[in-house]
């Protein structure tokens, strides 16, 4: 993205590449909220030669919407955004793709039974095709290692799966329990069971 | 599950096998609350010789309890939690235990920025091990068989990316949106933004 933006920046203009991490589902300016930044972080990535005064200057914009900042390089960046996000993101996509394609399971019945665990599925692959269509254009390398990375650790729990080995699979479900707590410390979750699902839709 | 149990079933006790497709990530007894299985479905998987009164009496115990019921076969329910529960579960964990996996990325990082999307997923990967170490290892054919496609899939993604098909992953991230309508009209999710999640947690 910072390549294909810089060549077009005119003389005098600082460009600071920045992005917040929050948002939902849905787009546009009627999707927003007062509290959309409140402790959610922005990113600023600095490029070479960026006015520090301007780094400063867009720091305190974000501050003064509620939201934390951190630098990063614009490497750092994308793997990081690679595993956060886009892998999620695409994975979400494919599982919907799946469902929605398997004949032997009819579309009313991925529905109705979707309180299963899929529907949590749905609302991240609800998200705006053509904003994701890009996302994964500008970070192609990053999210194919991640996404390679992926499909290693499932074929090895698959393999679990198929060859028995309780233990593995006991082991694997029991360390990925840590990271759920330290997203609730950090306040970047609510504890609440499903987090706080409206009970009645 | 239905062929470990049934050969144990004393004379004269009837055996219905039959679970609800509602709960949250959270176990136990105190994890319970009054309207956990309002306007959710509980699936009742009748064997061969289960008494019609029998059956009778538990779908009206769920229909008492607020849920709707449906009955289905053994091999048609197992393809069915597959798709909606099983493979998603699986998807998580993996998900998650790839992040907590990357040296290059801290945790740290990872729970900072984990409001782009990767949440969601820690939550369904915060659920008990060992029940889900159980239903893998019980589901296992119908858990493979999904998964199978699943990765059949998310390589055609990966592909377009590769290769800078916007096109083909526009069109399917516009196809999974469907989905998620359907869910919201038929009751089985909220239209709130980020299911409506409490803000300050």
Do not use: C
Not at 70 to 81: F, I, K, P, S, T
Not at 85 to 94: G, V
Not at 135 to 149: C, D, H, M, S, Y
């Amino acid at each position: 993205m910072i390549e294909a933006v810089s060549p077009h920046i005119p003389e005098g203009v600082h460009f600071v590449p920045a992005h917040p991490l929050a948002g939902t589902e849905h787009s546009g300016p009627e999707a927003g909220f007062a509290e959309l930044f409140d402790n959610r972080w922005s990113l600023l990535v600095p490029v070479e030669g960026s006015d520090p005064a301007a780094v400063a200057q867009l720091r305190a914009l974000w501050e003064g919407m509620g939201a934390y900042v951190e630098e990063m390089d614009a490497e750092h960046h994308d793997l990081v955004l690679a595993v956060t996000s886009h892998a999620p993101h695409l994975i979400a996509y494919t599982m919907v793709g799946v469902a929605d394609d398997l004949r032997r399971v009819t579309d009313s019945e991925v529905i109705k039974y979707s309180a299963a665990g899929f529907r949590d599925f749905t609302r991240i692959a609800a998200s705006d095709p053509t904003m994701w269509r890009d996302v994964f254009l500008t970070n192609k390398e990053a999210t194919l290692e991640i996404l390679g990375r992926f499909t290693e650790e499932l074929f090895a729990l698959q393999r679990a799966i198929r060859t028995g080995d309780g233990e593995h699979l006991h082991d694997y479900f029991t360390r990925t329990r840590a990271i759920r707590r330290g997203i609730i410390e950090a306040g970047q979750d609510t504890d609440a069971p499903d987090f706080g699902r409206v009970k009645k839709p």
